[in-house]
């Protein structure tokens, strides 16, 4: 059975459940399932995020406030 499979006989079977603790508890499942994503990064970004990581620890920060107002200025610039 491949996945689009797998996916239709769920649908069907989870369409045909009146039972709402059960609802609930694959609710549950698929929302947990959803919090363990992880995001593929490339080596160029891990760099970037490590850098970043070491600037704020040295406190090289700037705050949101700030920064969005370095964007405006350059989006106003364009």
């Given at each position: 059975?491949?996945?689009?499979?797998?996916?239709?006989?769920?649908?069907?079977?989870?369409?045909?459940?009146?039972?709402?603790?059960?609802?609930?508890?694959?609710?549950?499942?698929?929302?947990?399932?959803?919090?363990?994503?992880?995001?593929?990064?490339?080596?160029?970004?891990?760099?970037?995020?490590?850098?970043?990581?070491k600037e704020g620890k040295k406190g090289n920060v700037v705050s949101q406030a700030e920064m969005d107002?370095?964007?405006?200025?350059?989006?106003?610039?364009?």
């Open positions: 059975m491949n996945a689009i499979q797998v996916k239709q006989e769920l649908i069907h079977r989870i369409s045909g459940i009146e039972d709402i603790e059960l609802l609930n508890a694959i609710k549950t499942i698929l929302d947990n399932k959803k919090k363990e994503t992880f995001i593929e990064l490339t080596a160029d970004q891990e760099k970037e995020l490590l850098f970043a990581s107002q370095k964007v405006e200025k350059w989006l106003s610039e364009r």
